[in-house]
């Protein structure tokens, strides 16, 4: 057949319906064995409406920061009742959401001063993954319903920023007797991609770690990155990439970047795209929670080749 009959999509209509991308679906189905479309006499992929479901539910719980390699081991039936609790809980997110009310009340200095204060009362790693991580997401799903104006995120996002630096220039540097067992980082998007706010959050937690950071802000060219990561001494180049950039353009760039670099340079990998996901990526993928555990690993190959 070579239109979707009855009870079935295209890859397409899967795409615009569940708002998850081609690519992601492509890279699903080759690492997770999901989504399993049938094969139309074209070869083109058709979507049962339940697996269509299904994705809907993943796409859901992925934008409350869930990850897709655990939910699409779960049947539909958990994914609701995942989705049922996470909607619970993001009730609970009410403390959350006074930051929103400042952003829609356009009070950007009150919310600077609030961000801040929950720095100081809870600590930089509790604040980046108790208090921003759930926030940015929060910050995404008001933008996407519309219930955040574009200006009013801008506004969130230069009042994190601004937060952000003041805080982590006030984390002790450990001494220069340390510094050989600590990497210095280099931190940037490469041309196309915007979003930051990931990769800072990042930084701070390397800071903490002891690790000399080194931020250039977004969208560096290639080659322009790989002169940094020589001019600064670089052991690793960390990357963050949104789920909006385009899977070529960020295989494309890795790879330029891998060939550019000295073998010894490490590329650390952020973020949802689709692309880092894939086994032959070279760059290793990282999540916020394990950056100390991956800094201790970094910290023995280094003893190990010294």
Partial sequence: MTN?????????SVERETGLSKDALRVWERRYGFPSPLRDEAGERLYPVEQVEKLHLIKQLMDRGQRPGKLVREDAQALRRLAATAATESGASAGLSR??????????????????QSVLRLGMQAFVMEVLAPLNTLVGTEWASGRLAVFEEHLYTEAVQSVMRRAIGSIPQPGAEDAPALPCIVLTTVPGELHTL??????????????????????????????????????ILALSFSSSARSAAVTQALADLRAGLPAHVEIWTGGRCAALARPAAPAAQLELEHIAGALHVWRGRRAAST
Avoid: W, Y
């Fill in 198 to 235: 990931g990769l800072m959050m990042a930084e701070a937690l390397f800071t903490l770690e002891g690790a000399r950071c080194v931020p250039l802000g977004a969208q560096m060219p290639v080659s322009e990155i790989v002169r940094a990561c020589e001019a600064h001494g670089a052991d």
């Fill in 4 to 12: 979707p009959g009855p009870g079935f999509l295209n890859i397409s």
């Fill in 99 to 116: 930051f929103i009310d400042l952003c829609k009340a356009h009070r950007g200095e009150e919310l600077r001063r609030e961000l801040f």
